[in-house]
């Protein structure tokens, strides 16, 4: 048992953030109590302890991310040359990069050969350290599609049923359909829908009767359409392309999204952190407005970064939050859906998201508060995943990354 001492504790229930508090970790990886250190039971007080000079808070949570991709400048093609234990290595660094920069829960969405699988049961068994891992597979998509190469073509309704059962088969935890093309794959549209909706629908409904939350990738508006109709869990990038290509919206696909209660991920990450800063205006206004949108209609947001794809490194994770702040969502919603709506977003709320007694010991400390300056969780002084302390590894500033010289929605590779 060992308690965790702050400033300020930041619960993400009913209880808030508490002042001069502590949360205690027991033998087991579970959080047994939160509250001011004044009134710490006297069962936790001979207990060892651990002071943080500023805010402790849930650990954060990305729910896209590769590990698979080295967020250099061409991750494709490194996978592609690289042989499945080359690529169980580059993984297994990558969820460690994740865990180094706070992130204590993260969802891959696209892994080849269900590497992701051998990854996320070796940190469960201790054997590696890494972010508490739910993992898809290969994205399911048709026949020279975007990410083909992962290995999850199928096309049809018939193909893809057949493939969600593969998935499920070789233990995946949830789904993800390309609904879309993407801008990164030779000879994929964006702008187009890769499925009709009877097709996703037979999909989804098999993953959803097997107990897997389905996620599809979707820029164009139709193929959004197509996978809100057909009962989408959450939706990736959704960043309304039109059928010719050019930045649109869509007010009534937009009230179906908020209607079923679709959880959005606009996979924004240091690519837009460096666009703003640039003042790049055209895709990052039209992005500014889609979360405004969104959020007017009730849209829950998530945190997605879609990290390790070009020169958008794991460890880069921050700078997402900062880019959703500036877009207008208040820091506090920001942090919420950086870990309690992220984490409901997967299914995981009885497990992870928040502090209170039972829930398992994911959680981060930093300097200062988060609520003034988002910027401090890019350097997290603590760091406990599955109740375990970690010693964050040293990664460079977002300043010192590099950046690309394009603009537009390729520019964010907002694709994968």
């Known amino acids: 048992m060992i308690v965790y001492t702050a400033t300020r504790v930041r619960t993400h229930t009913e209880a808030g953030t508490i002042d001069a508090a502590c949360v205690v970790v027991d033998d087991e990886g579970l959080i047994a109590w939160v509250g001011p250190l004044a009134d710490l039971p006297q069962a936790h007080r001979d207990a060892p302890r651990r002071h943080v000079d500023g805010t402790i808070m849930p650990g954060l949570i990305d729910t896209h991310v590769h590990l698979g991709f080295d967020g250099g400048p061409a991750p494709v ?4 040359a690289e042989s499945d234990p080359e690529q169980l290595v580059l993984m297994l660094r990558n969820a460690r990069e994740l865990l180094s920069a706070g992130v204590t829960t993260a969802r891959d969405l696209g892994a080849r050969g269900y590497l992701d699988v051998v990854v996320r049961d070796a940190i469960v068994r201790g054997d590696a350290r890494g972010p508490r891992m739910i993992v898809s597979g290969a994205p399911l998509t048709p026949t020279g599609g975007h990410c083909w190469f992962m290995g999850g073509e199928a096309d049809g309704g018939y193909e893809l049923r057949t493939a969600v059962r593969r998935h499920h088969e070789h233990d995946v935890d949830s789904i993800k359909i390309m609904s879309t093309g993407g801008f990164m794959t030779k000879g994929s549209a964006p702008w187009f829908a890769q499925y009709r909706e009877d097709e996703l629908r037979l999909a989804i409904d098999d993953a959803h009767r097997l107990g897997k939350k389905a996620v ?36 009534q696909v937009a009230d179906e999204i ?10 924004l990450n240091v690519l837009a952190w460096q666009m703003l800063r640039g003042d790049s205006g055209g895709f990052v206004d039209h992005l500014a407005m889609v979360v405004r949108e969104l959020r007017q209609r009730g849209v829950p947001i998530v945190t997605g970064t879609d990290a390790g794809i070009d020169l958008a490194p794991h460890h880069a994770y921050s700078a997402g939050l900062e880019v959703l702040s500036a877009m207008g969502m208040p820091i506090e919603d920001v942090l919420l859906a950086a870990t309690a709506v992220s984490s409901r977003s997967m299914g995981l709320d009885d497990i992870t998201g928040v502090l209170q007694p039972g829930m398992a010991a994911d959680l981060i400390g930093v300097a200062g508060d988060p609520a ?17 302390p970690f010693s964050p590894d040293p990664y460079p500033d977002l300043e010192a990354l590099p950046s690309r010289t394009v603009a537009g929605p390729a520019a964010l590779a907002h694709d994968h």
């Not at 093609?77 to 592609?80: A, E, F, T």
């Not at 990736?236 to 290509?245: P, R």
């Not at 908020?258 to 996979?267: D, W």
Request: glycine share 12%; hydrophobic share 50%.
């Open 77 to 80: 093609d490194r996978m592609n």
């Open 216 to 251: 599809a990738h979707a820029h164009g508006i139709q193929g959004i359409r197509h996978a809100v109709r057909a009962g989408i869990d959450a939706l990736e990038h959704c960043t309304f392309v039109a059928s010719d290509g050019s930045l649109g919206f869509d007010a």
């Open 258 to 267: 908020a209607e079923r209660g679709v959880y959005v991920s606009f996979t």
């Open 372 to 388: 003034v300056d988002l910027a401090c969780l890019g350097r997290p002084m603590l760091v406990v995943a599955f109740g375990v």
